[in-house]
């Protein structure tokens, strides 16, 4: 008995591919089969045509990660990359430094990395950290608030906490066809009710037998 040859083909292995344009910061690494298909992918992320691409080469150090979510920051960096530090802003590189005034001296920075994130200090990832512990904060109490306001609607959606700097919430009530939202804003925690023109009788009527009952 023979055994039956299979025709299938193998699918082709995705490589990692660096897409340049004449501007540095709109560099990308894309996984694609091929470099025309890298070369159009790429011209897609950064927003322009297949002809303002300048540059697709391999760029073998990323072929790892081909089947993951991202690429680390860790590995941008460390093949040559820089990205900003995620609270402050400070350019991050493998030669990154600052100058001390006091010592008048670069001094190296003591990258912390974060999956895609980089931070140009233990500092600024413990500020990162405290801001979008803040911000979640704020957005349960929005909701806690929100709802202690107006108990008798019905929330359908909220919207908030980091990386947002405002919190949001939609809702509906009763003789509603569009409902309404309360928002507050990043400096304030007083509420802002709206609801859509179609339903503001509905809602004056919603409004007044909560206040008789």
């Not at 950064?46 to 089947?67: E, L, N, P």
């Not at 001390?100 to 974060?114: A, N």
């Not at 509603?176 to 859509?196: I, K, R």
Request: hydrophobic share 35%; aromatic share 14%.
């Amino acid at each position: 008995m023979s055994k039956k040859l299979s025709t299938e083909k193998a699918p082709r292995k995705m490589l990692a591919y660096s897409v340049e344009t004449n501007d540095p910061e709109e560099s990308t690494i894309q996984f694609a089969t091929s470099s025309a298909a890298a070369r159009r992918q790429g011209a897609d992320e950064i927003g322009t045509d297949f002809s303002g691409i300048v540059s697709c080469r391999r760029a073998h150090w990323a072929d790892q990660y081909a089947d993951l979510r991202y690429i680390p920051a860790e590995a941008y960096i460390d093949a040559g990359w820089w990205f900003d530090c995620n609270h402050c802003g400070t350019r991050c590189d493998s030669d990154a430094g600052r100058w001390d005034e006091e010592t008048e001296t670069d001094i190296s920075l003591d990258l912390v990395y974060d999956g895609r994130a980089v931070y140009c200090s233990p500092e600024c990832k413990a500020g990162h950290d405290a801001e979008v512990n803040a911000r979640n904060a704020k957005f349960e109490q929005f909701k806690a608030a929100a709802a202690a306001e107006q108990p008798a609607v019905t929330f359908t959606t909220f919207t908030g906490g980091y990386p947002y700097y405002a919190n949001s919430g939609k809702f509906t009530f009763p003789g509603a066809q569009y409902g309404g939202s309360v928002s507050d804003t990043e400096n304030s925690t007083e509420l802002t009710w709206w609801v859509c023109a179609v339903d503001k009788e509905a809602w004056y009527l919603f409004i007044s037998e909560q206040r008789a009952a």
